[in-house]
C-alpha cells in the first residue's frame, strides 16, 4: 500500500495517516515533520532546511527528494507507506516515479468553512504535543492537558485568517500535483467531511475494491 495523501491544513489527515499506519504497520513519512525534527536537532540538513522552513517556502526540490529517496530505502517501507506533505512540486511528483510506483494519490476534500470550524477548536499541548479538540476531543479539564498538566494553547496556525491563507496556498502548489495523479488515474478523492472513523473506512473500502488493499 503505497499512498501519497493529499489535503488542505486542517483537512486531518495527519490523523488517517496515523490510524491506517497503526492498523497496517505502514509508516506515516511526513516531509514536513522530518525537517522539523532535523531542524530540533541541529543537523547539517536541519541548518540547510530552517530558512525555509520558517518563512513558509518551498525547501529546494533536490534537497526534498534526497531526503525522500533515503526515507523510502528503509526497511520500514517494504509494505508500503504513506507520504504526507510530498511531492509538492510536479518535480518531486516525477521524481517519485523514478524512486517507487505508488498505488493511489487519497485526496482528502471538505468545505473551507468545515476546515475553518475544525480547527478553530483545535488546542495543544506545547510541552508534550497532545492534540485537543474543544467539541470532538476535550481535556477532562478544560485548558489542561491530561497528559503532563500543562495550559493548553491554540496554534498560531489554526486562527481564521490564517487557516483561509493557508488553503489558499495549498490550492496554488496541491493543483497541478492533484492534475498530475488524476490524469495517471491514480486520484482518489474522498470527502473529509465526516468523522474521522468514517472517513477511513471509507478510504479502506475504495482501497480494498482497488485490489490495493487486501
Ligand atoms: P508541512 O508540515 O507539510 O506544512 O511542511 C512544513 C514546511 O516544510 C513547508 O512549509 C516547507 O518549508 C517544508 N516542506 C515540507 N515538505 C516539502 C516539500 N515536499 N517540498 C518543499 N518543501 C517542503
Redesign the pocket.
Known amino acids: 500500500m503505497r499512498l501519497v495523501f493529499i489535503g488542505p491544513?486542517g483537512i486531518g489527515k495527519g490523523t488517517y495517516a496515523s490510524m491506517l499506519s497503526k492498523k497496517y504497520g505502514i509508516p506515516h513519512i511526513?516531509?514536513?515533520?522530518i525537517?522539523?525534527e532535523e531542524i530540533a536537532k541541529g543537523t547539517e540538513l536541519g541548518k540547510k532546511?530552517k530558512e525555509?522552513?520558517e518563512?513558509?517556502?518551498?525547501?529546494?526540490?533536490d534537497i526534498?527528494i534526497e531526503v525522500v529517496r533515503r526515507r523510502l530505502s528503509q526497511p520500514d517501507c517494504r509494505r508500503g507507506f504513506i507520504l504526507?506533505?510530498?511531492?509538492?512540486?510536479l518535480r518531486?511528483a516525477e521524481e517519485l516515479e523514478k524512486i517507487t510506483t505508488i498505488d493511489a494519490a487519497i485526496l482528502f476534500e471538505a468545505p473551507l468553512e468545515v476546515i475553518i470550524e475544525r480547527v478553530s477548536g483545535r488546542l495543544v499541548c506545547p510541552k508534550c504535543g497532545a492534540v485537543y479538540h474543544i467539541k470532538w476531543r476535550p481535556p477532562k479539564t478544560p485548558g489542561i492537558c491530561d497528559v503532563c498538566g500543562s495550559q493548553l494553547v491554540r496554534r498560531k496556525d489554526d486562527e481564521p485568517e490564517v487557516v483561509r491563507r493557508r488553503y489558499e496556498l495549498y490550492l496554488q502548489t496541491f493543483t497541478p500535483i492533484i492534475e498530475f495523479y488524476r490524469r495517471k488515474g491514480l486520484l482518489i478523492e474522498i470527502d473529509a467531511s465526516r468523522e474521522a472513523e468514517e472517513v477511513v473506512a471509507d478510504l479502506e473500502h475504495i482501497l480494498k475494491q482497488r485490489g490495493i488493499l487486501k
Open positions: 491544513p511526513s516531509t514536513g515533520d525537517f522539523r532546511v525555509y522552513v518563512k513558509g517556502l518551498l525547501v529546494p526540490d526534498v504526507d506533505g510530498f511531492p509538492r512540486t518531486q
